[in-house]
């Protein structure tokens, strides 16, 4: 104790450099710490990210969107410029080749109105598609506007405006979503066209004063679909989806919905909007990669060469989170050079003070202080200047992690939620500490060495 003491007046005495090596400390503590959580966090959220049925969605997309109707797949030249058009009947063969698909599915995600009049714009193709985009009626096809409709007595919901899907039925079996009440709509209700949806379970509770949602008919930019399900609370987090699922509502898409009759004969699918993309999922424990070669490589026996491609949703993660790292990197690595300018204050800052106290340590080297001593008064009192430092960069490194992250979200892991990693800002402040006594070392042993006579007498 009387240690202690000793070496806190002797900061207290030369408070001027003690508060500069405090600052030093604190600061390079705080930028490595919060960079180093930062780190942590995102890799944990990654990992957790590889766990979710989203990290096995391959979506496949054409080179060039195009608009109108799907015509049977051929084989084309890959000189031509004739868009891609995917056609629903390849699935089945496809389903079929690669054991490893479980799943193949359309989605488009909407905004709806539940007023009588007005619309809202489709904000995007997939379920990673951002909750953007602009007002707006939809084309008559996705609206299924008609004086029936019009006629049809609808359940007013407490939401003038809702999210969600415009969906094939395998959509549910891809996100692992099932259903708490009611059922599920299936591949007859697409087909036929039918206005059905399934909301998601908080969506549920918002709908209707009365919290009942079931065969209640609600009015979705323009026409009346009847409620038949509520899905279960999703059992996953929603990094890398606009919005949970638990916020939704579901209704059948009417994209790639095969009609009768015509000239056509009903042979063919018939598609509304831009047709360039089909998504699949793949089962638990498959090679992503190899999946997604398998799809390109079919698709391209289809189009040619150089006409579509196959895009896993972990990759893209994988990327976006590979840019995040390397300038966390980098940070880290600038931090690290403020850490060891912080050092090298500090062993400058104990030499200096030993070299002024040289005739204070040989009266207590007389007086019975053992060189023993003398080392351990001299770390102490780097030890509690590291303590001090690295609590105060400890704190800060939070708030300087969140600043860090607010900066580098702009892209498709906006708005996600880190978990904060204490452990690693913690071990950072104890590795601040252990440094900072490390650099102590030699002006240690210069005051556990000083000889008694000498000393004196140069005083």
């Known amino acids: 104790m009387d240690k202690f003491k000793l070496s806190w007046r002797q900061i ?19 930028i490595l710490a919060g960079i180093i959580s930062l780190i942590g966090s995102y890799n944990k959220v990654f990992d957790r990210f590889t766990q979710q049925p989203q990290a096995r969605q391959i979506t496949v997309k054409g080179q060039f969107q195009a608009m109108g109707t799907g015509e049977a797949a051929v084989r084309i030249d890959t000189t031509a410029s004739e868009p891609v058009r995917f056609n629903l009947q ?34 995007g193709s997939g379920p990673g598609a951002g909750p953007g985009g602009v007002g707006g009626f ?50 007859r209700d697409v087909t036929q066209s039918n206005a059905v949806a399934v909301v998601g379970a908080e969506l549920a509770k918002k709908l209707y004063a009365d919290k009942q949602v079931l065969n209640k008919k609600i009015r979705l930019n323009g026409r009346i679909y ?6 279960v609370p999703y059992a996953y987090s929603t990094e890398g989806l606009p919005v949970s699922f638990d916020e939704l509502i579901f209704v059948p898409t009417r994209e790639g919905t095969a009609r009768t009759g015509g000239a ?8 509304f909007g831009r047709v360039g993309e089909l998504s699949f999922t793949a089962r638990k424990g498959a090679d992503i990669a190899m999946v997604s070669r398998n ?10 060469a150089n006409k579509v491609v196959a895009e896993t949703q972990i990759s893209k993660i994988k990327k976006d989170l590979d840019k995040r790292l390397k300038i966390l990197s980098l940070l880290a690595l600038m931090a690290s050079a403020v850490g060891i300018a912080a050092s090298i204050n500090i062993f400058n800052l104990m030499i200096g003070r030993v070299s002024r106290r040289t005739r204070s340590i040989a009266i207590q080297r007389s007086l019975g202080a053992t060189s023993r001593s003398m080392l351990i008064q001299t770390l102490i009192e780097t030890l509690i200047l590291g303590m001090i430092g690295s609590v105060i960069g400890f704190v800060l490194s939070f708030p ?18 880190l978990p904060q990693r204490f452990d690693l800002s913690f071990e950072v402040s104890v590795m601040a500490i252990v440094i900072a006594c490390l650099f102590a070392v030699p002006a240690a042993f210069t005051a556990a060495n000083t000889d008694i006579v000498d000393a004196l007498r140069e005083e």
Request: hydrophobic letters at 45%; aromatic letters at 10%.
């Open 138 to 187: 939809e084309p008559p096809e996705l609206m299924g506007v008609n004086q029936d409709t019009a006629m049809q007595v609808v359940d007013t919901p407490l939401l003038e405006q809702v999210q969600g899907y415009m969906a094939s039925a395998s959509f549910f079996t891809a996100y692992e979503l099932k259903v708490q009440e009611g059922i599920l709509f299936d591949d």
């Open 12 to 30: 207290r005495i030369h408070w001027g450099d003690s508060l500069l090596a405090v600052m030093g400390i604190a600061l390079a503590t705080a």
């Open 90 to 123: 390849d699935v089945p063969r496809i389903l079929e080749d690669n054991p490893d698909i479980i799943a193949s599915y359309q989605a488009r995600y909407m905004r709806f109105t539940t007023t009588t009049f007005g619309g809202g714009a489709a904000a």
């Open 400 to 417: 300087i992690a969140k600043i860090v992250q607010s900066i580098l979200e702009k892209s498709q892991l906006r708005g996600m939620v």
């Open 295 to 304: 799809l390109e490589a079919f698709y391209t026996k289809l189009y040619g």
């Open 226 to 231: 009847t409620i038949v399900g509520v899905l």
């Open 264 to 271: 056509g004969g009903g042979a063919n699918a018939i598609f």
